[in-house]
């Protein structure tokens, strides 16, 4: 650390009480009050130095020599800064540091202890030694955390900002080259700087290192100053990612909710961080917040949903919560299930704040679709063949995020059936490969929901498409006594088309290889070597034809299962006549008597081309199955 030191003579002060006397010999003609202090001295000394004190000697001395009395209660740094003063005036050694001399440099001022009153006056030694001081990390910092004491004088002498402006160029700068980091500091609240022997919390000092190693020191700075601190790096050019590394820093040392402790007094046990009222909480959280880089990734979401946590526990202003909701959503896609779990705060009755989470899913929905809108379409083309997959990788991973989301929430009593269905037809039809997903959140809904009316149950499957269910999926729903049999009907249906595709692909693999064995057995061969060739061919598509036997075979005891099911299920609920009317089939017909309504089943791109790629194959109920 810089030090400075001034006089030469030996100490000719002694300490009585809260009264500082100088043991010169002579009697003391003056004394200076400040606060309870008293310092009893000379006045020939002090008018030498300051030309303050000296007027106000001239007008308090009346010229017979008495002694008199003055104070300065106004003066800066108080009775410490003016101890250091008087022995500089009396020639006695004192020693200027970095924590001291921004004190000393605003008193001398208001004393105008200036050179046009002695050379090498106090003014300008403390000018000097600030110079030097500025010129290292570790003093910058104990420089502009001693401003805090006398900020208005500080600021008048432009102190402040000569620090900050120091600390901002050495922050963008190889932290080799100013003493990096401070030395002797001791870590008092961050989670990152505990240790743990025996499962037992321990303080310890982690040297912080790459460009975040100014990150543990400028917290010690009280908030109006790490902000300035903070916008002046920002104009500096510095990379946003690390200036939000450093307000996170900063926010997980103030905040106690940020962190994993259980309870405010837990997060200061051991320290000597003061605790915060709700509103100084309040207050810091608006402004960490006005102060993290408006970029997107430059702080995960799980710290800005955390952040979201404190602002409604602490009940911030709208404004700031719809500013977190924003940047949440934003980058939803890098979310987890247990970060969207926010208790509710607010008065609805659910356990979960689902409007918060349906507020975040629109905003990344927005976002998506201005990007969309912003990016022109052979672009995104291109960078699809590029990356060998399609760009709805942020979108699919939001869907399956709000489908897992929906199941854990779904045995909620309290979640109503309109909030369900708003947050699950939020998502865009596309964005879900399959609804294996959201028909597992229909389905926990519907057991923890017994009461809805049917209408509503079939109301909430037409939710999903019945389509794009998996094959494990497709058989649990075709044995889910919860679901409509409207909805048990469509999935054993679309089931029945998968597997006509199925066989029907299987036989014209077939015909074509042997169309292909026949015409091209005798191409290019010699007569003699015809025959074998043909035998062989012959063989190959005797096997072929075996296995799509089999293959068939297997498919029939599949589809008899399949019925025995749904005899089943005519006998506990209805009979087989009746919902087969209502759905608009005709058993007496090979082909579906006529198309399913809108409401009965959903029309997307997928079913349109299923259906005319189905157009020749015969629709029955499940049981031996016939194609065309």
Known sequence: MALLRLGSKSEAFHLEGHSWICTGGLPSDVTINIGEMSFHLHKFPLLSRSGMLRKLIEECCTGDGAS???RLDDLPGGAKAFELISKFCYGVKIELTAHNVVSVRCAADYLQMTDEYGDGNLVSETESF???????????????????????????????????DSLAMKACEDPSLYGWPLAGRESKQSPENTGLWNGISTPTRMKSTGEYWWHEDVTFLSLPIYKRLILA???????PESIAASVVHYARRYLPLMNRQSSFRDANQGTNIPKPSEADQRALLEEIVGLIPNKK????????????????????????????????????????LVDLLMPNMSYSETLYDIDCVQRILDHFLLVEQASAIATPADIVEEGRLMN??????????????????LAEVAPDVNFKLPKFETLAASIPDYARPLDDGLYHAIDVYLKAHPWITDVEREQLCRLMNCQKLSIEASTHAAQNERLPLRVIVQVLFFEQLRLRTSISGWFFVSDNLENSVKSNGNLGLKEDESQP??????????????????????????????????QKLVKTKRRWKNFTRRLGFNKSKSCCSKRSKPSDLRATPSSINRQQNCENIEVVVPGALKVN
Not at 323 to 331: C, M, P, T
């Open 68 to 70: 008199f009395s003055l």
């Open 130 to 164: 600030l110079d030097e001081v500025l010129c290292t990390w570790a003093d910058s910092i104990r420089a502009l955390e001693a401003c805090e004491e006398v900020m208005a004088n500080a600021e008048e002498l432009h102190i402040v900002s000569r620090c900050i």
């Open 233 to 239: 790096i920002e104009l500096r050019g510095m990379r």
């Open 297 to 336: 990734g430059v702080t995960s979401s799980k710290f800005l949903i955390r952040l979201l946590r404190t602002a409604m526990v602490l009940h911030a202003s709208p404004s700031c919560r719809e500013n977190l909701e924003k940047r949440v959503g934003a980058q939803l896609d890098q979310a987890s």
């Open 388 to 405: 060998g997959s399609d760009s709805l990788g942020p979108m699919t991973s939001v869907a399956c995020l709000i489908d897992q989301f």
């Open 533 to 566: 060739i043909g035998s062989a061919d012959h063989g190959a598509t005797d096997d072929a034809e075996d296995d799509v036997k089999h293959r068939v075979s297997e498919l029939e005891k599949d589809c008899s299962s399949m019925k025995e099911e749904i």
